[in-house]
């Protein structure tokens, strides 16, 4: 089976239009771009996990076809507004051999999807729910909901748990989406073969003000849950502050509350502005404190086979 990681980016992508932040700055010079955070499971079934603005170029860039399910984790648009590029494979197939696509969504942000993509129900897509803690209903693999916290504007946020057959036996994914804590964890997030978990941020900021995981609190999942083969970090933003950027004072760079730094040392650890930079940085940290390996900064376009 292969994960394929459409886009690994936050809400607004990285580089951001508009910004001329250091981390901005060295992707534009290195052509270096995260767009919005999505990927697609391809085992006996295709399983595109959530779909945001970007999915049409990031479906042209890797020749996807109709996938056979949808699963989305939240009401935020950066993870289903995609919806709509979905209509071009109805389009482009004859009349009446169509038959919607699965979407399966929480019933609260099922209520988001509605008010947006309404017109799209029944032709396009169908409408499924996930409920927390209960597998799928009519799917090949088994998926399971577990209930995620990403603050007050996402209420109905899930991640999933994807466990598919393969030729040597079953490989269990775990996806947290967006999230800042999860109230009580079920017992499946433990020991997965491949452990996707967001690192919108290298250091927790002082106030996490829009609900999202920083790596430096992401090692305590990745210790707890243990993740047997590796760690992908995703949903990757520019909102941490470079020391001596003149952008410190954006609304999104939010101050750290305790920076990461070396074992027995105030030193912190250099923020990363690109991805290189990013893993050079998780390699140390992983190396010095012990962390349970490999943890992978993901890219656009990066592929994991696992057999
Ligand atoms: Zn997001
Ligand atoms: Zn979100």
């Not at 951001?16 to 052509?31: G, Q, V, Y």
């Not at 504007?153 to 804590?181: C, H, P, R």
């Not at 950027?245 to 923020?271: A, G, M």
Request: aromatic share 8%; net charge negative.
């Amino acid at each position: 089976m292969e994960i394929l990681m459409l886009g690994t980016g936050s809400a607004w992508c990285v580089p951001e239009h508009s910004c001329n932040c250091a981390i901005c700055t060295m992707m534009t010079d290195r052509r270096e771009e995260r767009t919005r955070t999505s990927f697609l499971v391809k085992s006996m079934e295709s399983i595109l996990v959530d779909c945001g603005p970007d999915l049409r170029a990031q479906m042209i860039a890797h020749g996807v076809k109709r996938p056979d399910l949808i699963l989305i984790t939240h009401e935020h648009g950066d993870h289903f507004l995609g919806l709509d590029d979905l209509l071009a494979f109805r389009r482009s197939v004859p009349e009446h051999s169509w038959t919607p696509i699965p979407v399966y969504a929480t019933e609260q942000t099922w209520k988001s999807i509605e008010i947006r993509f309404g017109y799209l129900l029944n032709s396009l897509i169908e409408r499924r729910l996930a409920f927390p803690g209960l597998p799928l209903e009519r799917t090949t693999a088994r998926i399971t909901p577990f209930k995620t916290f990403h603050g007050e504007s996402a209420n109905g946020s899930v991640g999933y748990v994807l466990e598919t057959q393969e030729a040597d036996g079953w490989i269990k994914i775990v996806y947290t989406s967006d999230f800042m804590t999860i109230e009580d964890e079920p017992g499946i997030l433990s020991e997965p073969d491949v452990l996707i978990i967001q690192s919108h941020w290298l250091n927790e900021p002082h106030e996490n003000r829009p609900s999202h995981m920083s790596f430096q609190n992401a090692i305590e999942y990745i210790r707890r849950w243990k993740p047997r083969k590796a760690t992908y970090l995703v949903h990757i933003s520019d909102g941490d502050q470079v020391p001596g950027d003149s952008c410190n004072n954006f609304l999104k760079k939010l101050t750290p509350l305790s920076p990461l730094s070396e074992p027995n040392s105030s030193i912190p650890y250099p923020v990363p502005r690109c991805a290189s930079e990013w893993q050079d940085v998780v390699d140390r940290i992983c190396r010095d404190y012990g962390i349970p390996g490999p943890v992978v900064v993901t890219r656009d376009g990066m592929k994991i086979t696992l057999d």
